[in-house]
């Protein structure tokens, strides 16, 4: 075990003391900080100085971050404890929207929920409890009838946006959703009882032993069978959450026995393609997705989804969607590859594919219009265009995914980029 020196700290240690409170606050967020990890902060921040803000931030954050994940939370949390002077009441007003007054008029940014969360745990706790009760006061009753129960709630809200807790609590929900898919008829024929389509082999069969004579006729209908679901899902920066939570529902829908899916292959990609297959076969939910976070090693990376696609449509096409396979494409269409490539690879996966849906988290606002150029790149291709940004949505995909009338917003985004 490593032993430490005593440190040359003041009688009054107060930097010390927010420093512990502060990692507090970044392990009741999700973020594993231990005491070593807290004396050796300590310990950096003494050597460093604290003379810039900049110094300050980059040696708390190499002490106390491991994890690329991880980066995001401690950003929000270091901003609202050392930064913003109001830090209490900004978080008060983020997890209580009914108070107006403090809360600023927009809605939480990315991990800055947790990050309140976290922070009002340890402040709420070590704050005074004060009896506010008095013989004169007066009694306010709501009706919270008319309100929202906090799993409906859970459903509509955004996954950027959902604390720890919250997160936790909407992983249990997806582990029980489910997305069937109806079986279509395939070439092959089976036998019945009757049909618009003889058997001519089984009757020339019985005929055989009878001598030729064709006592009975024998009539077949199309056999029936269910596709392959193939998964191709974003995992860089600006997609890293709306894709962890993605996967969570993948791993119910991959091991959930009589779904309806022939086999279900997924594959991740930022900056380069990653099969999960094999990882997300595995039964536990947490060391499914841990082996493929090692698997794929450019997670909130940068976003090539024309270089990414071409390498599907050649190592791995053939392989997977000879069968008429059903294709999810998670990503929000920021590209940086040239936008013709990427149509290019757009239009050959959907010539493969039975259906081909696209699920965009940029759907949630309601302003949204395809300016981009991938987006502009990728629209025409797909046979279907929704959100999937929250548990609803993914609800939404499993009702729609068997309707090949179904567009999403295709249509009407189709038209705005056309000019109509």
């Known amino acids: 075990m490593t032993d430490y020196a005593p440190l040359d700290l003041?009688?009054?240690?107060?930097?010390?003391?927010?420093?512990?409170?502060?990692?507090?606050?970044?392990?009741?967020a999700g973020v594993p900080v231990g005491p070593g990890r807290v004396i050796d902060a300590i310990r950096a921040v003494a050597v460093a100085g604290f003379s810039s803000r900049i110094d300050f931030f980059f040696t708390l954050r190499a002490c106390l971050v491991t994890r690329p994940e991880h980066l995001l939370v401690f950003a929000q949390i270091f901003r609202l404890y050392w930064r913003d002077p109001r830090y209490v009441e900004h978080m008060m007003a983020m997890m209580l929207p009914a108070i107006?007054?403090?809360?600023?008029?927009?809605?939480?940014?990315?991990?800055?929920?947790?990050?309140?969360?976290?922070?009002?745990?340890?402040?709420?706790?070590?704050?005074?409890?004060?009896?506010?009760?008095?013989?004169?006061?007066?009694?306010?009753?709501?009706?919270?009838?008319?309100?929202?129960?906090?799993?409906?709630?859970?459903?509509?809200?955004?996954?950027?946006?959902?604390?720890?807790?919250?997160?936790?609590?909407?992983?249990?929900?997806?582990?029980?959703?489910?997305?069937?898919?109806?079986?279509?008829?395939?070439?092959r024929g089976m036998a019945a009882q009757s049909g618009a389509r003889l058997d001519a082999r089984r009757t020339l069969r019985a005929g055989l032993r009878h001598g030729g004579e064709l006592r009975r006729l024998h009539w077949q209908k199309p056999r029936e069978r269910w596709p392959n679901l193939v998964v191709l899902c974003d995992i860089s920066g600006s997609m890293s959450q709306y894709s962890r939570m993605v996967l969570h529902f993948l791993h119910a829908v991959a091991n959930t026995k009589g779904a309806g899916w022939a086999r279900v292959h997924a594959f991740t990609f930022g900056t380069r393609l990653t099969n999960i297959t094999r990882q997300l076969a595995t039964r536990d939910v947490d060391a499914a997705l841990a082996a493929a976070g090692k698997q794929a090693q450019?997670?909130?990376?940068?976003?090539?989804?024309?270089?990414?696609?071409?390498?599907?449509?050649?190592?791995?096409?053939?392989?997977?969607?000879?069968?008429?396979?059903?294709?999810?494409?998670?990503?929000?269409?920021?590209?940086?590859?040239?936008?013709?490539?990427?149509?290019?690879?757009?239009?050959?996966?959907?010539?493969?594919?039975?259906?081909?849906?696209?699920?965009?988290?940029?759907?949630?606002?309601?302003?949204?219009?395809?300016?981009?150029?991938?987006?502009?790149?990728?629209?025409?291709?797909?046979?279907?265009?929704?959100?999937?940004?929250?548990?609803?949505?993914?609800?939404?995909?499993?009702?729609?995914?068997?309707?090949?009338?179904?567009?999403?917003?295709?249509?009407?985004?189709?038209?705005?980029?056309?000019?109509?």
């Open 10 to 28: 003041p009688d009054d240690p107060k930097l010390t003391h927010n420093i512990t409170h502060f990692a507090r606050a970044l392990r009741a």
């Open 100 to 187: 107006r007054g403090v809360q600023e008029d927009r809605s939480a940014q990315a991990a800055e929920k947790r990050a309140a969360e976290a922070l009002l745990d340890g402040v709420m706790r070590d704050a005074p409890q004060i009896d506010e009760r008095d013989d004169d006061e007066v009694k306010i009753e709501i009706d919270a009838t008319a309100t929202m129960s906090g799993e409906e709630r859970l459903r509509r809200l955004d996954f950027e946006q959902m604390s720890t807790a919250e997160m936790a609590q909407a992983k249990r929900m997806l582990a029980r959703l489910t997305l069937p898919v109806k079986p279509f008829a395939s070439r």
């Open 298 to 420: 450019d997670w909130e990376g940068g976003t090539r989804i024309g270089a990414c696609l071409h390498a599907f449509n050649r190592d791995w096409s053939r392989r997977v969607m000879g069968q008429g396979a059903v294709v999810l494409l998670i990503t929000d269409g920021l590209d940086r590859d040239a936008p013709e490539a990427l149509s290019h690879e757009m239009e050959r996966l959907h010539l493969s594919a039975r259906r081909l849906i696209w699920l965009n988290p940029l759907l949630r606002w309601e302003g949204f219009a395809p300016k981009a150029q991938g987006i502009k790149a990728m629209l025409p291709h797909v046979d279907a265009f929704r959100a999937g940004h929250s548990i609803a949505t993914l609800e939404e995909l499993a009702e729609a995914i068997s309707r090949r009338d179904d567009s999403g917003e295709k249509a009407r985004l189709m038209a705005a980029m056309q000019g109509r």
